[in-house]
């Protein structure tokens, strides 16, 4: 029998990618794992790996371009490339109501900058100026939670106390787009990891605690029915985004578990942060469930379409591992939020101050 390969992308991250190399191989099941090299793909050039591990592409945009080329030929993509290019928080927010998840209430807005070229007739279809106080009106006043609808890592997250200081960070968020989110005064706060759609760890987490000291182990953290409405709604999230390595956050108050953040397809795999307990049932899950992805054999698609793309191949299902853990108290990590107007214009104004 041949041997299965498993590949992995990864970027700096140093601990998680060793150790779950030297987990897959050591089992010696006729699956091995190892570091991807690349000098340039061909176009509908047959890929070597039956399983890629993607940890970096949302930043190195030829990993990307290489991925959708695999999945043409069967490769197995964790997290799916085509699903990942298309994501982003705010749908998250939207798709979050659909499923009847609580989610703090959220609106999207016009970017503060726009990528040279943008003009002030590039931009006709946008009201000005802004409704402000419509928005944080609707998202249930201050403080409120101003954040970008893609990227992670708790970069440009601002919480706000007031209009001047929301007009100010406003001002320093250049071309992307953001989101006004209401802000969850959380009793509770926990971080799922998420592997294969089906097992599920929580964690307390506690996002204000110096770095990188922020995951507790705390095994009596969650009430059963707090339990219960993480593992169900975190299985619920990825099912419908069809994430297989992902985090989903959730903010408790008064015994209600709000979806925070789920976007999250590269998340925090480092010892250093995990801790020990965690990071060991990272490496042992995420081997079980690649392992078995290689297995099963490539699942070229069946019809080149757009949605047979999305949906991607997955492990067949399985009763959920849910292994209740913990959830910390916080909210977001507020950056500081500065405080100036705002105005939403072409690329070199600045941001003015609005009534």
Same mark, same amino acid.
Not at 98 to 127: C, D, F, K, M, W
Not at 190 to 219: E, L, Q, S
């Given at each position: 029998?041949?041997?299965?390969?498993?590949?992995?992308?990864?970027?700096?991250?140093?601990?998680?990618?060793?150790?779950?190399?030297?987990?897959?191989?050591?089992?010696?099941?006729?699956?091995?794992?190892?570091?991807?090299?690349?000098?340039?793909?061909?176009?509908?050039?047959?890929?070597?790996?039956?399983?890629?591990?993607?940890?970096?592409?949302?930043?190195?945009?030829?990993?990307?371009?290489?991925?959708?080329?695999?999945?043409?030929?069967?490769?197995?993509?964790?997290?799916?490339?085509?699903?990942?290019?298309?994501?982003?928080?705010?749908?998250?927010?939207?798709?979050?109501?659909?499923?009847?998840?609580?989610?703090?209430?959220?609106?999207?807005?016009?970017?503060?900058?726009?990528?040279?070229?943008?003009?002030?007739?590039?931009?006709?279809?946008?009201?000005?100026?802004?409704?402000?106080?419509?928005?944080?009106?609707?998202?249930?006043?201050?403080?409120?939670?101003?954040?970008?609808?893609?990227?992670?890592?708790?970069?440009?997250?601002?919480?706000?106390?007031?209009?001047?200081?929301?007009?100010?960070?406003?001002?320093?968020?250049?071309?992307?787009?953001?989101?006004?989110?209401?802000?969850?005064?959380?009793?509770?706060?926990?971080?799922?990891?998420?592997?294969?759609?089906?097992?599920?760890?929580?964690?307390?987490?506690?996002?204000?605690?110096?770095?990188?000291?922020?995951?507790?182990? &705390?095994? *009596?953290? #969650? @009430? %059963?029915?707090?339990?219960?409405? !993480? +593992?169900?709604?975190?299985?619920?999230?990825?099912?419908? =985004?069809?994430?297989?390595?992902?985090?989903?956050?959730?903010?408790?108050?008064?015994?209600?578990?709000?979806?925070?953040?789920?976007?999250?397809?590269?998340?925090?795999? &480092?010892? *250093?942060? #995990? @801790? %020990?307990?965690?990071?060991?049932? !990272? +490496?042992?899950?995420?081997?079980?469930?690649?392992?078995? =992805?290689?297995?099963?054999?490539?699942?070229?698609?069946?019809?080149?379409?757009?949605?047979?793309?999305?949906?991607?191949?997955?492990?067949?299902?399985?009763?959920?591992?849910?292994?209740?853990?913990?959830? %910390?108290?916080?909210?977001?990590?507020?950056?500081?939020?500065?405080?100036?107007?705002?105005?939403?214009?072409?690329?070199?104004?600045?941001?003015?101050?609005?009534?």
């Amino acid at each position: 029998m041949s041997v299965k390969k498993i590949g992995i992308l990864v970027g700096r991250e140093w601990s998680w990618p060793p150790a779950f190399i030297e987990e897959v191989n050591r089992r010696n099941v006729g699956v091995r794992a190892e570091f991807i090299k690349l000098g340039g793909t061909r176009m509908a050039e047959l890929c070597d790996y039956d399983v890629i591990v993607d940890r970096i592409s949302h930043e190195i945009p030829y990993y990307r371009t290489f991925l959708k080329t695999a999945a043409l030929s069967g490769t197995r993509i964790v997290n799916n490339p085509f699903w990942w290019s298309a994501d982003d928080k705010f749908f998250g927010a939207s798709l979050a109501t659909a499923l009847g998840i609580p989610h703090p209430r959220t609106v999207a807005l016009p970017s503060h900058s726009y990528i040279e070229g943008v003009v002030e007739e590039s931009l006709r279809n946008l009201q000005y100026p802004i409704p402000w106080k419509d928005h944080v009106d609707y998202v249930g006043g201050f403080p409120v939670i101003l954040k970008p609808a893609w990227g992670g890592g708790f970069k440009k997250v601002y919480k706000v106390h007031s209009y001047e200081e929301l007009w100010r960070a406003y001002n320093e968020t250049g071309i992307e787009c953001m989101m006004l989110q209401e802000y969850i005064a959380w009793e509770k706060y926990v971080r799922c990891i998420v592997i294969g759609r089906r097992h599920i760890m929580t964690i307390k987490f506690d996002a204000n605690a110096p770095w990188p000291h922020r995951y507790f182990r &705390d095994d *009596n953290y #969650l @009430t %059963p029915d707090e339990g219960r409405q !993480v +593992v169900e709604g975190a299985l619920k999230l990825n099912q419908a =985004l069809g994430y297989d390595m992902n985090t989903v956050e959730f903010a408790i108050r008064d015994g209600v578990a709000y979806a925070i953040d789920f976007t999250n397809p590269a998340p925090d795999f &480092d010892v *250093n942060s #995990l @801790t %020990p307990y965690y990071f060991d049932w !990272v +490496v042992r899950t995420m081997a079980d469930f690649t392992i078995e =992805l290689a297995l099963q054999g490539r699942a070229k698609p069946e019809e080149f379409a757009w949605h047979r793309l999305l949906n991607g191949p997955m492990a067949p299902a399985a009763a959920p591992v849910a292994a209740p853990e913990a959830v %910390p108290n916080s909210d977001p990590p507020a950056t500081e939020a500065p405080a100036a107007p705002k105005r939403r214009t072409t690329r070199k104004k600045k941001a003015t101050e609005e009534a």
